[in-house]
Nanobody
């Protein structure tokens, strides 16, 4: 079992920044690719970013490229999502997820999920 706990999100003005963190406990964190997903009201869950086990490979959804950065600290069992130049359309509940076999964009390959944290961007 891997337990994932996201940091508190928050309310931020458009153009602002916010950093989410996701702390893992349980099994060996460095064995898991880590993904970030989000779900806005009335919409399906959306892939945001994924980082490989070592941190050497990262992928992003096109809408956040250049604005969001995913990183990890395996010594601290934590993955981060730095969000800059936030837009109202980034408003969603954000989830981190762990994938033993390497993350994908569908969410189907993830074994564990956090509880989610609300990010609200005001215009």
């Amino acid at each position: 079992q891997v337990q994932l706990v996201e940091s508190r999100g928050g309310l931020v003005q458009a153009g602002g920044s916010l950093r989410l963190s996701c702390a893992a406990s349980g099994r060996t964190f460095s064995n898991y690719a880590m993904g970030w997903f989000r779900q806005a009201p009335g919409k399906e869950r959306e892939f945001v970013a994924v980082i490989s086990q070592s941190g050497g490979r990262r992928n992003y959804v096109a809408s956040v490229k250049g604005r969001f950065t995913v990183s990890r600290d395996n010594a601290k069992n934590t993955v981060y999502l730095q969000m800059n130049s936030l837009k109202p359309e980034d408003t969603a509940v954000y989830y981190c997820a762990a994938s033993y076999f390497g993350g994908d964009r569908t969410g189907q390959k993830y074994d564990y999920w956090g509880q989610g944290t609300q990010v609200t961007v005001s215009s």
